[in-house]
């Protein structure tokens, strides 16, 4: 099994910054793709940003420039720096990963959410 463990959520104003992280643990062989993505009240699910193993990234419209997704691959984490927040970043934001296991099997992991409150 594999397991992604997100932190680093909190309550932010507006023009402020926060740094999520999120480590995978478990029986990995491999992680290809790893990514963040945010639901807020009443929306669906939506792609923040994507990294892959090689580092190749893409990011939404809505947080190009202020947002900058990495990752360690040595610790399995990866990270989204959100600087310039605004009221509209608020959400739970999870962390997605796409991982080959010791079942050598591909599979599609989620985190269990962080809360990201931006107050304006």
């Known amino acids: 099994q594999v397991q992604l463990v997100e932190s680093g959520g909190g309550l932010v104003q507006a023009g402020g910054s926060l740094r999520l992280s999120c480590a995978a643990s478990?029986?990995?062989?491999?992680?290809?793709?790893m990514g963040w993505y945010r639901q807020a009240p009443g929306k669906q699910r939506e792609l923040v940003a994507r990294i892959t193993s090689g580092g190749s990234t893409n990011y939404a419209d809505s947080v190009k420039g202020r947002f900058t997704i990495s990752r360690d691959n040595a610790k399995n984490t990866v990270y989204l720096q959100m600087n310039s927040l605004k009221p509209e970043d608020t959400a739970v934001y999870y962390c997605n990963a796409d991982v080959l296991s010791g079942g050598n099997s591909w599979s599609d992991y989620w985190g269990q959410g962080t809360q990201v409150t931006v107050s304006s």
């Open positions: 478990g029986s990995i062989l491999i992680i290809n793709r």
